[in-house]
């Protein structure tokens, strides 16, 4: 098989040994797998071309993009399988001005896709942290969220059309840049968030927005979490679709950033507010409007006593400072010791209570373990993270984790939630799913699978036992 | 089966005979069927026994909503076939206003999904023709489209959950009012647009948005397409979010709308411009900021001799007025004798070419036939209808069908689009379906409908063959 793989992509283009090494695992170091070899091929048809050899030698095959995820997705677990490397698949092939599309490769960074669209004065607005180092193919198969979401969707909004090389090693040719497209089953979105489980999406049309032409971001500090939703609510009726971001921050999480980065300053005492909440406001008309805006929906808002204090950005470099805040929280999280983290998401009405009755009863059952909470409220997606009490080790914490998930999961499920929001799946919550969703959704997800993929080779053990 | 049925939905909503026939047909005369019965279940759970209960009699089933669909697909086929009426089921479940969601029955009507959205202080932006009398769940169904898209998305777009019975009368329980969920498979898009061939969608929870503080509608003419394409990039530019509506049509439909029901006028002298467009701008400040803003943007279009001259409605009463013209075409395009309809989509930056060269292409083959154009602007989704030419009469155009179809199809394709852009297949365009879209693609689908409805009795004949 390394044969035929060699004369595919070329023998530079397989890699064992040392070379393979680094792609065996994930980033987190979480993950430790096996396979055969990685390939990297750089165009669809040698994609197809390696998935039919695949198929032969019924080897497993696991895609690869920029190995940033979060729940083992590209960790390969069978000593037979080829890991398929996306870094070569690197084209933007069209933009589309008039059209607001562009069309690129798998292997695109997020970063390089927000570049091109960029220089044609167009937004491409994905925006999440591994945006230097992930790629648009993993954004696709995961899915991805991030921050933006509340005004432009999540990755697969933002799709119109993929190229896709099926388990079968054919190539469906849907590169279409269209809004409106009603010719039959939505193949689409089925390949988008499923992980690399069902085929390999090679390239993509994607969706381009007009640039703002003014922007700016202010720090609320805020006495509560109904608070923080009267003010995302007062957000969303005075911005329309200007509000692109509206971040929720535990003040724990503040503290812990500005005490292990203390170059990192607070607009506010450090102890004005229980919640702080970042919010970005996209304007199409001009600076002096934007501002206007602001502080008209910002002053109602600190009038009707919502918000206890409010800065804005006084700079481009005042709001990356404040953004900067928002990004630091896992690296610090990371200092305070290893926390157990959950990414779930829930109705935006049902934050509040959610987040009260878990944190009693986490608090109930481990006295002491910290709250650190942040994420994207106008989502109702929280990074919902337990971190040891003080004094207690990690290992000591990391020990509880199934009785923690229980607590977390099932006050998910109470309140309408998703165990899942933005990461995907993977192997982290493979086994979850089959308790916490619907016993029919996972039966016709098993029958797509079935369907897709009858011999099991795309991306095993991933999303479905 | 009958017996079974009546114990399931009481006999009063077992329809035969004269009850039964006028959903034999749909609206536009073009489909006549046949079934045995029509249910009117007024649960999920009836809806399930019903599906039990045709799949041991091995009866097909046929959905029908409000029966406004244009392609046929509700229509049943077979002397067998059980009409499921979805009727009954009306009920508005949940409004949940925080969350900015609204959970409703298959059976509402679009126009009650709205008014109960607007009650609760919010909006439901999809818009259509047939609101009125169409269902949401048809809506779903078919994705259907409409005025609001380039703003708001396709019906796919505005759907976060669904209730489905399935082809084995399970109910999927996927009500989810989550912005973001990666629990796998995305089941949801499956359904939608799949008009009833892979099971019953019998209740949806949709997106809400803030209402609009302010709108503005104005008229503008056009000297050209190319035109027209460069005020709907300034428009996107300058409004973003808030450009909520782009009709474009050409001269002679509002010719024949103001010939036809001269009680309409047009604000300009009937021969000023090729083409005209209805532009529909949503602010979330107030009257006098949408004013300045419609003014600022139309200004610079009139001064770049992209439009020849813009008409402001100065009033509610005109702005529908206004809204009257372009609903009016479809009866004034009536009354010009039937024409040969297309409901083409193609790339924004394809539209000035694909209307030039397929024009050019039928009055090669066709002398003097009339291109009754209109349509979505900025969603590249064109009706692009042919009338008979003057003298002509309606049997001998239609009777050129066939050709006219192979003429603007073939050019649909060319421009890189889609043959069924926001009305569906159903049985119209089902056997296009293979001569223009990817083998691969069409393989997908049959491999979807095998592994979800393997006995093919869900809507047969709709969609694939």
Known sequence: MLEELRAIVGAAHVLQGESLAPLLGDWRGRYHGQALAAVRPDSPAAVAQVVRACARHGAPLVPQGGNTGLCGGA???????????????????????????ITVEAGCLLKSVQDAAQAAGRLFPLSLAAEGSCTIGGNLATNAGGTQVLRYGNTRDLALGLEVV???????????????????????????????????????????YPQPRAQRTALLALPSLMAAVAVLERARAGFGAGLTAFELMAAITLQAVTHYFPEQRLPFAPDTAPWYALLEFSDSEDEAHAQQRLETVLGAALEAGEAQDAAVAGSVAQSRAFWHLRESIPLAEFRMGKAIKHDIGVPVSRIAAFVETTNAALQAAFPGVRHIIFGHLGDGNLHYNVAPAVGQGEAELLALQPQVYDIVHGSVMAHGGSIAAEHGVGQLKRDLLPRYKDAVEMDLMRRLKAALDPDGLMNPGKVLA
């Open 75 to 101: 960790t390969p677990g069978d000593a037979r399988a080829i890991v398929l490397l996306t870094t070569r698949l690197n084209r933007v092939r069209d933009i589309d001005t008039a059209n607001d599309t």
């Open 166 to 208: 099926t388990p079968q090693g054919e190539i469906w040719h849907g590169l279409r840049g269209l809004r409106k497209d009603n010719t039959g089953y939505c193949l689409r979105d089925i390949y988008i968030g499923s992980e690399g489980t069902l085929g390999i999406i090679t390239a993509a049309t994607l969706k381009l």
